[in-house]
């Protein structure tokens, strides 16, 4: 039972000793011939139960069953009263007792995160990173000044969050941003984020960190500051806006693709690793696509930035290589698994 709900059950307990007591002085008026109103009879239980002190204002203390009658209802109303303070106190201490248990479990669990992701800024944006990362279970920590949206995070069961401003040094040290291996900056502001990204760089200069950025012209400052890659809401949304003009078909394939929970089909990336059984094989030696059913999109060579879509079947895995792959989120952890196993 919730708060609210207790208290409004103690004052519904304690209005009912006073209608009851009020209904009782009105019965033993009418037992013992007494012309109570029952206004009066309502003022004699208010002044009984609250045990104020005042007059005997029906005067029943003139008669045995009067003043037995009083002193039950005396007895009701501390017992109600008492009880009510003990409901009340009692919830109160186990909502405190469960928020620090809840705390320290949290920061336990944050604690023990490894090469996880730091969200910054859980707003309109933030939380659909959130529910991206929750979809295909990346390890996160989420930031956020507002308790509200830590307290939504919280009640996801899946979501660990700390509240806190992540452009404190301290903050971004308790969420592990020195093992991290990745953070993205959505916070309202431009400067924030920037100044985020600046922490964030000289915490872990190893990590990759996205951030977003207003203003277009401010990119190559968030690049100069060390962030890995910088992302415009603007520019993306207006892409997107001209995209759904000239080809919403692709647009609805990827949207279903995003947003289809049950399926999960994404795209991912893995880098062939020197202990991997397909290094230095080529594609069709490998049977990647046929051990573990992705598809293969993309492949980009180690140390340069240029892709080859759609690579054929004779291509080369050099260690080093990154493959961007298209599939069910089960067939993608097959994928990762074989290039690093």
Known sequence: ????????????????????????????????????????????????????????????????????????????????????????????????????????????????????????????????????????????????????????????????????????????????????????????ADADNLYVTLSARQLNPKMRIVTKCLAEAGGCKFLRAGASAVVSPNVLGGIRLASELIRPTAVKFLDVMVRDREKAIRIEEAVVSPASSVADKTIAEAEIQKRTGVLIVAAKPPDTESFTYSPSPDTKLTRGTTLIVLGPRSNIAKFINLLNV
């Open 1 to 188: 039972m919730s708060l609210q709900k207790k208290i409004l059950s103690v004052l519904l307990l304690l209005l009912s000793v006073f209608v009851l007591g009020a209904v009782g002085y009105r019965i033993l008026a009418l037992v013992t011939g007494q012309t109570w109103p029952f206004l009066d009879c309502v003022y004699q239980s208010v002044v009984t139960v609250s045990t104020v002190g005042y007059d005997d204002f029906l005067g029943v203390q003139g008669t045995l069953a009067g003043r037995l009658y009083t002193s039950v209802l005396i007895l009701f109303g501390i017992g109600a009263f008492f009880y009510g303070v003990s409901v009340l106190t009692a919830s109160v201490v186990e909502m405190d007792i469960g928020k620090i248990w809840r705390k320290r479990k949290m920061e336990s669990t944050i604690e023990k995160l490894k090469d996880h992701f730091i969200i910054c800024g859980v707003g309109e944006t933030g939380i659909q990173v959130v529910n991206e990362l929750r979809a295909t279970r990346t390890p996160f920590v989420a930031i956020d000044k507002d308790p509200h949206r830590i307290e939504f995070l919280e009640a996801l069961g899946d979501a660990p969050c700390m509240q806190g401003d992540a452009t404190n040094d301290d903050v971004l040290t308790r969420a592990g941003v020195e093992t991290a291996a990745g953070l993205v900056s959505i916070l309202p």
